[in-house]
């Protein structure tokens, strides 16, 4: 399925692109996605292959595709996909791609060097990391993800209460615990060996999608590999395309995403907080009738009063105001949240006109 922009040229939806990244990429038009996952080759640079102490062959990543002559190969590879991402990236839109230590800091310099605005670095901390069979070096239990928007002052997406709420309401933090890809999610070949060797977990496309799109958005997956993003993305109910050189990647990937169900649409709803509530001023409540021009109003102890105006200003002991700068003045205090400080008297007890607000919003909440 296409969707066309202003030129005519379609966006080729829900699908896969097969070839070479950077010539695929150019066929897309500009501004049209709204987020972009990369898990690009990591140049891990192996000359030798890798053996465990009872000598069985270690399923390493030695294929053709990450294979680089030279670090400048590599970097003039790493710019060239990344500046085709920022064209096609929305303004608003936004960019995560992960790496180990072989490849993130050159992509990360890449990113800013192309005006990309680094937002986080996040650490894929894996709670079942393949051990360092040589015992040279610490084994190596992570990978960074780098988050990035169009600008510096760029709009970008982020569902911070979505990520408290998954977080047992406490500030998602910037390191992430998540096993590798095993089990049954792993896709493996017929002899039993391994689809692709750096299939990413579900769990962190999950969360990374729903951090930082919304339901209906665009997400491109540049080097899609064994599908993982496009799957996440068709259950949480964004469209997506996904780009594969391989075509047995990209066959095993179709058929994934084929099997994938979509959530019901009512199970994509994000928590939202406050702040993206609809501002409702106190002069609507007044203008509502849910609190009448001259109701009394008081601080929690009663020791200050208050009485409404028609305007929705308020009085109090010689001065007047917002609620806000009233609250303010009668704490002698610098600022003030005059919702949560002026309560109104019901039912025989004091309650904070923050409690109206949502009767407000009820009210001029459009109608379907």
């Known amino acids: 399925m296409g969707v066309g922009d202003r030129r005519g040229v379609k966006l080729p939806l829900d699908g896969i ?39 069985s062959r270690v399923d390493a990543v030695d294929d053709h595709w990450d294979k680089f002559a030279s670090f400048a190969a590599y970097d003039a590879f790493t710019r060239a996909w990344l500046a085709a991402c920022r064209r096609l990236l929305k303004p608003d839109g936004s960019l995560w791609v992960i790496g180990s230590y072989h490849n ?85 070949q017929d002899c039993g060996r391994k689809t692709h060797p750096t299939q990413k977990p579900e769990a962190l496309l999950h969360r990374i999608i729903l951090a930082s799109s919304e339901a209906g958005d665009v997400v491109l997956d540049p080097f899609l590999g064994s599908g993982t993003t496009a799957v996440v993305a068709k259950r949480l109910g964004r469209r997506f395309i996904g780009i594969e050189q391989d075509e047995l990647y990209a066959k095993a990937a179709a058929a994934r995403i084929e099997a994938a169900d979509p959530l019901d649409p009512s199970s994509l709803k994000l928590a ?9 001023p106190f002069g609507a409540l007044v203008e509502l009738g849910l609190i009448l021009p001259g109701t009394a109003l008081y601080d929690p102890a009663a020791r200050h009063e208050a009485r409404v105006r028609a305007d929705g200003s308020i009085a109090c002991a010689g001065a007047e105001g917002s609620i806000h700068k009233i609250g303010a003045r009668v704490q002698g205090a610098l600022a003030c949240n005059g919702w949560t400080f002026w309560h ?25």
Request: charged fraction near 30%; include cysteine; charge should be positive.
């Open 17 to 55: 692109l097969v070839g070479d990244c950077i010539e695929r990429l150019a066929e897309l038009p500009r501004a049209s996605i709204d987020l972009v996952f990369a898990d690009p080759p990591y140049n891990l640079q192996l000359a030798n292959e890798l053996y465990r102490p009872d000598n």
């Open 104 to 188: 993130i800091f050159r992509v990360g310099t890449a990113l800013q060097d192309l005006g990309f605005w680094v937002l986080n670095d996040v650490i894929w901390r894996k709670t079942n990391p393949m051990p360092n069979f040589r015992g040279r070096r610490f084994t190596n239990a992570h990978e960074t993800l780098i988050w990035a928007s169009t600008a510096p002052k760029a709009r970008y997406t982020f569902n911070y209460e979505s990520m408290k709420a998954l977080n047992d309401e406490l500030q998602m933090r910037s390191d992430w615990l998540f096993p590798i890809c095993s089990g049954a999610e792993r896709l493996k």
């Open 272 to 280: 939202k907080g406050k702040r993206a509530e609809p501002r409702i």
């Open 344 to 368: 109104y008297e019901a039912d025989g007890a004091l309650k904070p006109i923050d409690a109206l607000r949502e009767a407000a919003r009820q009210k001029l909440e459009p109608q379907a």
